[in-house]
């Protein structure tokens, strides 16, 4: 029995209504995933500017305290007791380094005296300090752990360097995530990482 003209029209009834439903639940899917794409990037903006913002009051905050260490070695006075806020801000160790020898120490968060690592030395013997104050290069102190130095040379030609434990940058690090996969890094103006989730790759310059 053939098919009757009825029949034709009740079929193309329904692929007309079907067609764009069919279209609509695609555009809405692609819309969807679009959507979650850019909710994604929008929340990784966000995790980022909060990251910058705590990574530059933490400098910000080294940066006003530095001049009163410098400050008591210049005095030479054992009146004004640093410890309490060095160990607040993570500092290992300050000194005052003449190029030869120290001449002022302060101990750090850890209570131990700090003593700089060669490496650092040969730097700060290759490139002279400036008079403001500079972070340098993530690298290994004495002990072997993750460390940042500032540095100043102050108008009698000494050196004034503190040392700074990666600590808060690992705190920062660690309570950020990305899903079940995903890890936050943080890096220094070299490139070199500070932060990162696994310990071997501490150190390592992904500039490249």
Not at 165 to 191: N, S
């Amino acid at each position: 029995m053939r098919p009757s003209l009825r029949h034709y029209i009740a079929v193309a009834f329904i692929f007309a209504a079907t067609v764009p439903v069919i279209f609509l639940g695609l555009w809405l899917q692609r819309s969807a995933t679009e959507n979650e794409f850019l909710n994604v990037n929008e929340k990784h903006v966000v995790i980022a500017r909060s990251l910058s913002a705590s990574l530059g009051q933490y400098a910000s905050d080294l940066t006003s305290t530095f001049p009163l260490f410098v400050q008591s070695a210049q005095e030479k006075s054992g009146a004004l007791d640093l410890s309490p806020l060095a160990t607040s801000l993570k500092i290992r160790g300050f000194t005052v380094f003449d190029g030869a020898r120290e001449v002022y120490r302060i101990n750090g968060s850890d209570g131990a005296a700090y003593a700089l690592p060669p490496i650092f030395l040969a730097e700060i013997a290759v490139t002279p300090a400036r008079e403001t104050i500079t972070f340098h290069q993530v690298m290994e102190d004495q002990a072997g752990r993750p460390t940042i130095f500032m540095s100043q040379r102050l108008g009698d030609g000494r050196i004034a360097i503190a040392a700074i434990g990666t600590e808060y940058f690992e705190l920062l690090r660690a309570g950020i995530e990305f899903g079940a996969r995903g890890h936050a890094a943080i890096v220094d103006q070299t490139g070199h990482l500070i932060a990162h989730p696994k310990p071997e790759w501490r150190l390592r310059d992904i500039s490249q």
